[in-house]
């Protein structure tokens, strides 16, 4: 199971870094339209051209992340246009597609979708659908960390409570929106509080200093300081500071003419215009509102010549010129007879175009209907041939995974066999080895013990009573010769005996010298087995001249240790070293295998025949061995035990 869950897990991360890729691709193809639509838009100002781009990269576009932004820049455009409900539609389907790379550009897409559907909602008069998006807007750009999105939220949101009336919330707003690390942000937040105090709460004083606020924070926007001058210099005529309010007009309006601003000249004039007609300055006023009507009827500014026409009825009236204050009256009521019937005609011709615009979308909504079913259809069988083709994929990676499981599975039981079938081979090899050594020694065991039983039974008997028989001998007379002929036999006779004993002794121990005899046996045993044997003679000399008898024990009594060790130590090197001290012969023998319990396994056979070798030479011998701590004997035999019972 766990095997098929990582398989599992291995194709998901697959796929979707596979599909990853591909999103990649399709939005770099998707790039250069992007970037030009943009330029176009927020840079050049080319609205017509960005739109016409936009529509075709929405219906021909590679990837989502090209068709959103398509049709957030369309929706935008309609809400300049004033297109509310098509403005709406587009924000709308910007937070329909959902297929991006990563989740940066999945998120732009919803701040920018959100912010052009609140803004149509707003500019709508749904006021409860835009608040709601704004405040979600708010929470997401917070947790995003998209910090300039966040405060261009909070500014709106404050627009829309200002637009409600709602004074309160909006200051509330319009404070968080000024702590913006953006100068144009602040700017615009301090000039909004400034407009709450001056027209809301009429506390001329403290919107000036918002608007002085703002006017720090402006960097080289010549039209907004102009705006922000004029808005200070008209809360200095309500505060009473009538001189420095008209001083600072006139400087507006000087620089209004030299950069061409034609508004904040206009709206100075009209300012100052309203503060001569209040302090019965006729003249003056009269002299500025003139050219300024002239210039109202070139440009056909009716609601501006209207107001021009009352400030010259109030100017004669004030001077008791009341002929021209009743012509002025006329041109007033005759041009809001004019600007009433045109209003009407508008509104008429308005409803004619909305008229024709609701026919129009209702067209364009059956049109988009038809395109957004085709497009189901389109992305039906797209999702279908995906699903086959990734299945596809799957099941051939399946495979392949199965594939290298089964292979990988064979070779490892290959190697299992393989090492098997040595370790088998190893097994028997050492087994025949055991058997060889075995059968070997047991030849050799039996042989010796025949030739010793032989060798001690003339040595003992028959060398023994023929010795007896020469000592009586030697007591008596000499005299005779035939008795002596018969003591000549009879020694030579012993002597035959003798040297018949000594040649049932081994051949190897007969022939050569008795430390070559050890030495040859321990190499094949070493050759033979896994073990290292260190082997250590002093005095070779002497060890090569003692009895053959006390040299074959010796031989025998190694045999039955080392046989000991292979067959139940476990033990990887033997040390052995034989030495004479003075009339002292002493072999130790120590390996390193797993000991013994000298109390339990004293009684098997093997250390009982060692045992009675070491007895039979009078010798002595000494264990120490424990478990997993290896063995060690030391075994100790008179040099010249086998002389000593000759003689005796």
Known sequence: MKKISLIITFLSVWTSFSQNTDLKLLEEKDRKSMNEISNLFFKESKEKEAYTKALKLMKEGNSDSGKSLATSLISSYFSKMRSLDSAIYYAEKTLTYKNFSTDSIKRKRYIMGSMNLATGYFAKGIIDKAKKLYIDGIQKAEE????????????????????????????????????????????????????????????????????????SQLKGNLYFELTLKLNIAHNLLKIGKETEGINELKNIISESKKLGYYNQERQANEYLIEVYVKNGNYKKAESLLIPLLEDYKKKGNLKDELDSYGFLRKIKEGEKLYQEAFQYSEKYITLKDSINKLQREKEINELEVKFETLEKEKE??????????????????AMIRNIILGTSI????????????????????KILNETQEAFNYQKVKNLMKKQELELVKAAIEGQDAERKRLAKGLHDSIGNNMAAIKLQFEDLSEDSKKLQKIKNDLSDTYEQVRELSHNLLPRKIRQN?????LNEYISNIDKISDLNINFTASDTEIINNIDKYLQSEIFAILQELISNTIKHANATSIDINLEIVEDKIYLTYEDDGKGFD??????????????????????????DSHPKRGSLFRITFDKDIYIVQEVV
């Open 144 to 215: 995003w960390g998209d910090m300039n999105n966040y405060y261009g939220f909070i500014v709106n949101l404050g627009n829309l409570y200002y637009m409600n009336r709602e004074h309160e919330k909006a200051l509330e707003f319009y404070e968080k929106g000024s702590k913006s690390p953006q100068d144009r942000v602040k700017m615009m937040c301090n000039s909004s509080i400034g407009n709450i105090y001056a027209t809301a709460f009429k506390d001329y004083k403290k919107s000036n200093e918002y608007y002085h606020k703002a006017l």
């Open 364 to 381: 364009i909504v059956l049109l988009r209907k038809e395109q957004e079913f085709k497009d189901q259809e389109i992305a039906q069988q």
């Open 394 to 413: 799957l099941i051939i990676i399946a495979i392949l995974m199965l594939l290298r499981f089964y292979f990988q599975r064979l070779k490892t039981q």
């Open 513 to 517: 010298d008795y430390s070559e005899v």
């Open 598 to 623: 000298v109390n339990t396994v004293e009684k098997g056979i093997g250390l009982k025949n060692i045992k009675d070798r070491v007895e039979q030479l009078s010798g002595n011998q000494i264990i």
